[in-house]
């Protein structure tokens, strides 16, 4: 947030009621963190900063809708493979549990490429396995210092991996059962659901930047209980 007001001058603004070929030339004034007045040669406030929208478009920022910010860290990381192996490989179940510096480290890295690539809200279907009350808060203070809007919708499923992929209970060992797991399977240990229901979706004054939601992991991994 600027201290002073932002004067963006001459781009053709998307606006929602705009033609989308040819929008028309207009600015914008920016004070705090709200847009004040899209119009057409606004005078701009003392010491306003101006930035120049010449031949350039205005538009509003983009959502991701969806997105995992635990994978990250994961880019390049293996040659393609099919998506049975790519699930056992890849996802947080298949390796040891990171540490907190790591997982808000990931949250900040990935939260900048979508910043940079001109999105300003994040839905982040996270999964975080085992799952940690500290990790959910690193996560969340990753958004809020790098200041993106972010839907957090913890990842959650309650059928586990070996009945989710067909053929696995029957081409599989016995001994290998409880190791073919969903990254959004529960923690015995923990009552992860009570926990984002008490602290998170039934408090509403944490953030006015953060919001949330309870991401089912996919049809096959969810019961409809």
Request: proline share 8%; aromatic share 8%; with cysteine.
């Amino acid at each position: 947030m600027s201290e002073k007001p932002i004067l963006i001058k001459g781009g053709r603004v998307m606006t929602p009621d705009a033609d989308p070929h040819v929008p028309k030339f207009q600015d914008i004034l920016i004070e705090g963190t709200h847009i004040i007045k899209i119009g057409i040669d606004i005078a701009a406030p003392s010491g306003a900063r101006i930035i120049n929208a010449t031949d350039r478009l205005v538009v509003p920022g983009f959502i991701n809708a969806h997105y995992h910010s635990h994978d990250t860290l994961g880019k390049g990381v293996m040659e393609e493979t099919p998506l049975e192996t790519w699930r056992l490989l890849a996802l947080p179940p298949a390796y040891p549990k990171r540490s907190r510096e790591e997982i808000k480290a990931r949250t900040l890295l990935g939260a900048l490429e979508c910043l940079r690539s001109g999105m300003t809200c994040v839905q982040d279907m996270v999964t975080l396995y085992p799952f940690d009350p500290e990790h959910l808060e690193a996560v969340i203070e990753a958004y809020e210092e790098i200041g993106i809007r972010a839907v957090v919708g913890l990842q959650y499923g309650d059928i586990k991996g070996i009945d989710t992929i067909p053929f696995w209970r029957d081409v599989f060992p016995e001994e290998f059962h409880d190791k073919l797991t969903t990254a959004a399977e529960p923690d015995k240990n923990f009552d992860q659901l009570g926990h984002f229901i008490d602290k998170y979706l039934n408090n509403k004054t944490i953030s006015d930047r953060i919001s949330w939601a309870l991401g089912p992991s996919a049809p096959e991994r969810c019961s409809s209980e």
